[in-house]
C-alpha cells in the first residue's frame, strides 16, 4: 500500500509561530452623508461601489438590464460575464471563501434568478458570505405570471439567511447596506435581494445610510464567563479530550486562535471537510479530516474520547454516522456563533453560543489558570493509543491493477508540486475525498468545496471566483469528469477575461462515487454510472480538444511516468487556463469508509479490513 501524505510527526516542545491573519472584510458603510439625484439602477450601482464591492459574476437579462448600463460605467466595480447564472453563483462563493469578503452575483428574472438557486442553497449549507441581486418583473406586474416572473423570494426563502423584495427605489441603499451586513456578520450566509425593473427605472435620491439598524438582528459574539470556564476545566482535567473543529473556524477567521489552543491543551484535534486547513496538517497534534471518509485516527478518537470540545462544528450526519452511537462516553463542549446550531442533533453538556475567535480567546486564559492551580493534564496514555492508531492505519491507496493512474497519487502530486499557498477547489465525489485526504493544507481559505449540499460542477466556476479573489496564488479546481461536464462553459469565461485557473480532471469515465457504493451495496451492478457506454476508448467528450476549443490549454495523462512532468507543465502556463485530462482507474476506492447510517465503530480501513478499537485498547 502506497503511504499517504500524513506521516505522524513528533511533538513538538514550543508552540510555533502563529499563521498570517486573513483578509478583513469590505467595511459596510462610508463616513459622511452621500446624497445625490439617480436613477433605481444608478443608485444599485453607486450601493455596490459604497460597500466596496470590487467583482459582481453575472449575466444580464430583461428585468436587470437598466441596471446593466450604469453598470459599465462603474470605475469601481468589474462585472465578469459568465456562461450560465450557477457558474456565476459558484464563482461568487468561491471569491469568498478564498477571500473572506462578500461574494457578489447578479441574474434576471424567472430562469435567471431560478438558475441560483443552487449556489444561493450551497452558500447557505455552508455558510459563505454572498449576496444575489436579482431583477424583478415591474412592481405593477408581480403575480400577474408575467414574462419571466418567478417569485424568486419565495423561492430561496429556506435556503437564503434573509432576503429582499425592493419596489421603492428609495429603499435600495438601506437594503444593500443591511444585505452585506447580514450577509457578513453572526454566521454568514447568502443574501437575496430582489428588485423590480419598475425601481430600476424610477427617479430617486441616493442616501447612503450611516449605520446599518435591524433592532431583531443581534448576533451574540461575546460569550457567557460561566460556560468558559467550565469549558477550560473540563479540558484541563479531561483524560481523553478530542477537539472537534469545524468550518465555522475557518469564517471566524479564528484559525490563529485555534493554533494557540492545540498547542496549551496539548489536546488531539480533528479538522473536517470544511475545515481543511484550520489548523495546519503538519502539526502533530493534527489527526486529520473525521467521518465517513476520514482517517481512522481522527474517527476512533471521537469514538473513544471522554470529552469532545466542538468549534464551529455543527454535528454532521458524515461525521457522526448514527448518532445514537457517537462518542458514546463523551461530554460535550458545543461552542457556536449560531445558537440554533448547538444541541440541535447531539445532545450538549456545555453550551457556549459566541463568535470563535472570543470564544477561543476567552478560554485561553481560562485554560492557563487551570493549568496554574491543578498542573497540565495526563495524556501520555491518550497519545500512546492515537499514536498507535496512526502508525497502524495511514492514509494510503493500493497501485491499479489495470494499468491507468492511481487517482490518489495524481492529487498527492498536485498538493506537493503546487504546494500550502495554492487555493484547491474541488468538485462532489471520489476525488473530492482524495483532495481532502492527499493534499495537505497548511492555512485557512487554501481548501474549497461544497460540503453541505454536495453540488456537482462547484470546482470550476469557484476556483474562478477564487482566482479572482487572489490573482498571485495557483488556482487548481480538481474535478471529476461528471462534474467537470456540469459547468465547464465556464471555461470560456476564464479564457475571455484571463483567469488562468489549472483544472485536474480525475477522469474514470464514470460518475465515480456512485459507482463505488453501487460496488459495495448493489452487487457491482453499475446502473447509469457509466460516462462512456458504448464507445469503448473513444473519449466522449475528448477533453484536451475542449479545452483547445475554449482557448485553454490542454492535456492528457495516461502514466505515472509522466504524472510530475504533466503538472509541472501546467505549473509553468500562467496566460491562459489549463484543463489536465488525468486517465485513472474507475477501480479506484476511497477508504477509509463508514458506510450511510452505520456506526462509526463500523469504518472500513480498506475493503475487508476493519479496526477493532476494543483491540486497539
Same mark, same amino acid.
Given at each position: 500500500m502506497a503511504q499517504g501524505p500524513h506521516p505522524a510527526p513528533p511533538r513538538p516542545s514550543a508552540p510555533p509561530a502563529t499563521p498570517a491573519s486573513v483578509v478583513p472584510p469590505r467595511p459596510a458603510t462610508t463616513a459622511g452623508p452621500v446624497v445625490e439625484q439617480v436613477t433605481g439602477a444608478q443608485s444599485i450601482v453607486r450601493s455596490l461601489e459604497e460597500v466596496g464591492v470590487d467583482v459582481v459574476f453575472g449575466i444580464p437579462g430583461g428585468a436587470i438590464l437598466p441596471t446593466y448600463d450604469p453598470l459599465m460605467d462603474s470605475q469601481r466595480v468589474r462585472h465578469i460575464l459568465v456562461r450560465h447564472e450557477q457558474g456565476g453563483g459558484h464563482a461568487a462563493a468561491g471569491y469568498a471563501a478564498a477571500t473572506g469578503r462578500v461574494g457578489v452575483c447578479m441574474a434576471t428574472s424567472g430562469p435567471g434568478a431560478t438558475n441560483l438557486v443552487t449556489p444561493i442553497a450551497d452558500a447557505h449549507m455552508d455558510s459563505v458570505p454572498m449576496v444575489a441581486i436579482t431583477g424583478q418583473v415591474g412592481a405593477s406586474l408581480i403575480g400577474t405570471d408575467a414574462f419571466q416572473e418567478a417569485d424568486i423570494v419565495g423561492i430561496t426563502l429556506p435556503v437564503t439567511k434573509h432576503n429582499y423584495l425592493v419596489t421603492n427605489p428609495d429603499d435600495i441603499p438601506r437594503v444593500i447596506a443591511e444585505a452585506f451586513h447580514v450577509a457578513s456578520?453572526?454566521?454568514?450566509? %447568502?443574501?437575496?435581494?430582489? #428588485?423590480?425593473?419598475? +425601481?430600476?427605472?424610477?427617479? @430617486?435620491?441616493? /442616501?447612503?445610510?450611516?449605520? &446599518?439598524?435591524?433592532?431583531?438582528?443581534?448576533?451574540?459574539?461575546? %460569550?457567557?464567563?460561566?460556560? #468558559?470556564?467550565?469549558? +477550560?476545566?473540563?479540558?484541563? @482535567?479531561?483524560? /481523553?479530550?478530542?477537539?472537534? &473543529?469545524?468550518?465555522?473556524?475557518?469564517?471566524a477567521r479564528a484559525s490563529a486562535q485555534l493554533r494557540r489552543l492545540v498547542d496549551l491543551s496539548g489536546a488531539p484535534v480533528v479538522t473536517t471537510l470544511m475545515a481543511r486547513g484550520a489548523l495546519p496538517d503538519t502539526h502533530p497534534q493534527h489527526l486529520g479530516m473525521p467521518g465517513m471518509h476520514g482517517t481512522v485516527a481522527a474517527v476512533a478518537a471521537l469514538q473513544k474520547a471522554d470529552l469532545v470540545v466542538a468549534l464551529g462544528a455543527r454535528f454532521d450526519d458524515r461525521v457522526t454516522g448514527l448518532l445514537s452511537s457517537f462518542a458514546p462516553n463523551a461530554t460535550v463542549v458545543h461552542a457556536d456563533i449560531d445558537p440554533a446550531e448547538i444541541g440541535k442533533n447531539k445532545a450538549v453538556d456545555v453550551p457556549i453560543v459566541g463568535d470563535l475567535r472570543e470564544v477561543i480567546g476567552d478560554l485561553l486564559p481560562e485554560l492557563e489558570r487551570e493549568h496554574e492551580q491543578h498542573g497540565r493534564p495526563d495524556l501520555?496514555?491518550?497519545?500512546?493509543?492515537?499514536?498507535?492508531?496512526?502508525?497502524?492505519?495511514?492514509?494510503?491507496?493500493?497501485?491499479?491493477?489495470?494499468?491507468?493512474?492511481?487517482?490518489?497519487?495524481v492529487?498527492?502530486?498536485?498538493?506537493?508540486?503546487?504546494?500550502?499557498?495554492?487555493?484547491?477547489?474541488?468538485?462532489?465525489?471520489?476525488?473530492?475525498?482524495?483532495?481532502?485526504q492527499f493534499i495537505r493544507y497548511e492555512r485557512p481559505n487554501s481548501w474549497l468545496n461544497s460540503g453541505g449540499l454536495g453540488t456537482m460542477g462547484y470546482a470550476v466556476p469557484a476556483a474562478m471566483g477564487a482566482k479572482v479573489g487572489e490573482p498571485d496564488r495557483t488556482v487548481w479546481a480538481i474535478d471529476g469528469d461528471g462534474c467537470f461536464q456540469m459547468t465547464n462553459q465556464e471555461l470560456a469565461t476564464c479564457t475571455i477575461?484571463?483567469?488562468?485557473?489549472?483544472?485536474?480532471?480525475?477522469?474514470?469515465?464514470?460518475?465515480?462515487?456512485?459507482?463505488?457504493?453501487?460496488?459495495?451495496?448493489?452487487?457491482?451492478?453499475?446502473?447509469?454510472?457509466?460516462?462512456?457506454?458504448?464507445?469503448?476508448?473513444?473519449?466522449?467528450?475528448?477533453f484536451v480538444k475542449l479545452a483547445d476549443a475554449y482557448g485553454c490549454v490542454g492535456l492528457r495523462c495516461e502514466t505515472k511516468a509522466d504524472v510530475d512532468a504533466t503538472i509541472k507543465r501546467a505549473l509553468e502556463i500562467d496566460d491562459r487556463p489549463v484543463v489536465v485530462d488525468f486517465t485513472v482507474s474507475r477501480d479506484a476506492m476511497v477508504w477509509p469508509m463508514v458506510a450511510a447510517g452505520v456506526s462509526n465503530d463500523d469504518i472500513q480501513y480498506a475493503r475487508g479490513i476493519s479496526p477493532a478499537w476494543d483491540r486497539e485498547d
Amino acid at each position: 500500500m502506497a503511504q499517504g501524505p500524513h506521516p505522524a510527526p513528533p511533538r513538538p516542545s514550543a508552540p510555533p509561530a502563529t499563521p498570517a491573519s486573513v483578509v478583513p472584510p469590505r467595511p459596510a458603510t462610508t463616513a459622511g452623508p452621500v446624497v445625490e439625484q439617480v436613477t433605481g439602477a444608478q443608485s444599485i450601482v453607486r450601493s455596490l461601489e459604497e460597500v466596496g464591492v470590487d467583482v459582481v459574476f453575472g449575466i444580464p437579462g430583461g428585468a436587470i438590464l437598466p441596471t446593466y448600463d450604469p453598470l459599465m460605467d462603474s470605475q469601481r466595480v468589474r462585472h465578469i460575464l459568465v456562461r450560465h447564472e450557477q457558474g456565476g453563483g459558484h464563482a461568487a462563493a468561491g471569491y469568498a471563501a478564498a477571500t473572506g469578503r462578500v461574494g457578489v452575483c447578479m441574474a434576471t428574472s424567472g430562469p435567471g434568478a431560478t438558475n441560483l438557486v443552487t449556489p444561493i442553497a450551497d452558500a447557505h449549507m455552508d455558510s459563505v458570505p454572498m449576496v444575489a441581486i436579482t431583477g424583478q418583473v415591474g412592481a405593477s406586474l408581480i403575480g400577474t405570471d408575467a414574462f419571466q416572473e418567478a417569485d424568486i423570494v419565495g423561492i430561496t426563502l429556506p435556503v437564503t439567511k434573509h432576503n429582499y423584495l425592493v419596489t421603492n427605489p428609495d429603499d435600495i441603499p438601506r437594503v444593500i447596506a443591511e444585505a452585506f451586513h447580514v450577509a457578513s456578520s453572526g454566521r454568514p450566509g %447568502p443574501v437575496l435581494v430582489d #428588485i423590480a425593473k419598475s +425601481a430600476m427605472q424610477a427617479q @430617486t435620491t441616493f /442616501r447612503w445610510p450611516q449605520e &446599518v439598524a435591524l433592532p431583531g438582528y443581534h448576533p451574540v459574539t461575546k %460569550p457567557h464567563a460561566k460556560q #468558559i470556564r467550565e469549558a +477550560a476545566r473540563l479540558l484541563a @482535567t479531561a483524560r /481523553r479530550p478530542v477537539l472537534y &473543529v469545524g468550518g465555522g473556524t475557518i469564517r471566524a477567521r479564528a484559525s490563529a486562535q485555534l493554533r494557540r489552543l492545540v498547542d496549551l491543551s496539548g489536546a488531539p484535534v480533528v479538522t473536517t471537510l470544511m475545515a481543511r486547513g484550520a489548523l495546519p496538517d503538519t502539526h502533530p497534534q493534527h489527526l486529520g479530516m473525521p467521518g465517513m471518509h476520514g482517517t481512522v485516527a481522527a474517527v476512533a478518537a471521537l469514538q473513544k474520547a471522554d470529552l469532545v470540545v466542538a468549534l464551529g462544528a455543527r454535528f454532521d450526519d458524515r461525521v457522526t454516522g448514527l448518532l445514537s452511537s457517537f462518542a458514546p462516553n463523551a461530554t460535550v463542549v458545543h461552542a457556536d456563533i449560531d445558537p440554533a446550531e448547538i444541541g440541535k442533533n447531539k445532545a450538549v453538556d456545555v453550551p457556549i453560543v459566541g463568535d470563535l475567535r472570543e470564544v477561543i480567546g476567552d478560554l485561553l486564559p481560562e485554560l492557563e489558570r487551570e493549568h496554574e492551580q491543578h498542573g497540565r493534564p495526563d495524556l501520555e496514555g491518550w497519545w500512546r493509543q492515537l499514536d498507535a492508531w496512526r502508525e497502524t492505519f495511514p492514509l494510503g491507496y493500493e497501485e491499479p491493477s489495470d494499468g491507468h493512474l492511481a487517482p490518489q497519487h495524481v492529487i498527492q502530486r498536485i498538493g506537493e508540486l503546487s504546494g500550502p499557498e495554492a487555493v484547491y477547489a474541488a468538485g462532489v465525489g471520489q476525488h473530492q475525498m482524495w483532495a481532502a485526504q492527499f493534499i495537505r493544507y497548511e492555512r485557512p481559505n487554501s481548501w474549497l468545496n461544497s460540503g453541505g449540499l454536495g453540488t456537482m460542477g462547484y470546482a470550476v466556476p469557484a476556483a474562478m471566483g477564487a482566482k479572482v479573489g487572489e490573482p498571485d496564488r495557483t488556482v487548481w479546481a480538481i474535478d471529476g469528469d461528471g462534474c467537470f461536464q456540469m459547468t465547464n462553459q465556464e471555461l470560456a469565461t476564464c479564457t475571455i477575461n484571463d483567469i488562468p485557473i489549472k483544472v485536474a480532471i480525475v477522469n474514470n469515465s464514470s460518475l465515480g462515487m456512485v459507482r463505488q457504493w453501487q460496488t459495495l451495496f448493489y452487487e457491482s451492478r453499475y446502473s447509469n454510472t457509466d460516462l462512456h457506454t458504448g464507445h469503448g476508448t473513444v473519449h466522449v467528450p475528448d477533453f484536451v480538444k475542449l479545452a483547445d476549443a475554449y482557448g485553454c490549454v490542454g492535456l492528457r495523462c495516461e502514466t505515472k511516468a509522466d504524472v510530475d512532468a504533466t503538472i509541472k507543465r501546467a505549473l509553468e502556463i500562467d496566460d491562459r487556463p489549463v484543463v489536465v485530462d488525468f486517465t485513472v482507474s474507475r477501480d479506484a476506492m476511497v477508504w477509509p469508509m463508514v458506510a450511510a447510517g452505520v456506526s462509526n465503530d463500523d469504518i472500513q480501513y480498506a475493503r475487508g479490513i476493519s479496526p477493532a478499537w476494543d483491540r486497539e485498547d
